[in-house]
């Protein structure tokens, strides 16, 4: 007859598991030596019948308990596979929903390597931030080139340098100031896709942990 458990549950006792199997195997005595001349093994200090029993005993414990696990396993992969969840950003399967997760968080098969988003906010971020310093030091420089050119045009001690500044300067100027090229404004980008990011993971943890507190999975 089949068993059935919610999801979390599953997730609980596959949990307690891989601890049990762990423990169990740490601890199994399943080989050990004996002398011709005795009639118990060396370590175990127990007949060589009694050590055989205890070993298959151990043995079959520990098939039965990875067999037990394996089912579980099973049954929450196939469910992950079947049931959905529903998010701002779309409807996603649990296990979809659980490998997205894990991708944003950097924490997927490829480690941070997958974390595309969070890659293209610093790309853009540094990328922005470089031209901006790169744009003010050329401004900078041009506008002691033009305060050069004016005084070499009005001469030092002019005392209207300041109030009347030559149109020649001022067109060289504006002609050589520096802008940033930004056609995608990647502060706004930048916020969005902290925003979805921020929003994606909120939004995966409650319903994932909604599904597996009311899904129910056979074993």
């Known amino acids: ?17 891989v601890k049990k199997i762990s423990d169990k195997i740490a601890k199994a005595r399943l080989v050990d030596t004996i002398k011709a001349n005795e009639n118990k093994v060396y370590e175990a200090r127990i007949s060589k019948d009694e050590f055989a029993k205890e070993a298959e005993r151990s043995y079959q414990q520990i098939q039965d308990l990875i067999d037990r696990y394996q089912k579980i396993d099973a049954a929450i992969v196939a469910s992950n596979a079947q049931t959905k969840v529903a998010t701002s950003y779309g409807e996603f399967t649990v296990a979809g ?20 988003e969070l890659a293209l906010q610093e790309r853009m971020e540094a990328e922005f931030q470089r031209k901006l310093n790169q744009a003010e030091m050329k401004n900078k420089q041009l506008q002691t080139t033009a305060e050069s050119m ?10 209207v340098k300041d109030e009347k500044p030559l149109e020649v300067v001022e067109a060289y100027v504006r002609e050589n100031t520096t802008e940033v090229v930004d056609p995608l404004d990647v502060q706004k980008k930048i916020e969005k896709l902290r925003e979805k990011r921020d929003t994606l993971l909120t939004e995966l943890d409650t319903q994932i942990k909604v599904s597996n507190a009311t899904t129910f999975i056979e074993i």
Do not use: N, P
Request: without cysteine; proline residues 0%.
């Open 150 to 159: 004016r005084l070499s045009i009005l001469g030092k001690d002019s005392k």
């Open 97 to 116: 929903a659980i490998s997205l997760r894990s991708r944003l968080r950097g924490t997927g098969v490829y480690d941070g390597d997958a974390e595309f």
């Open 1 to 17: 007859m089949a068993e059935k458990m919610l999801v979390t549950q599953a997730l609980d006792e596959r949990d307690l598991l």
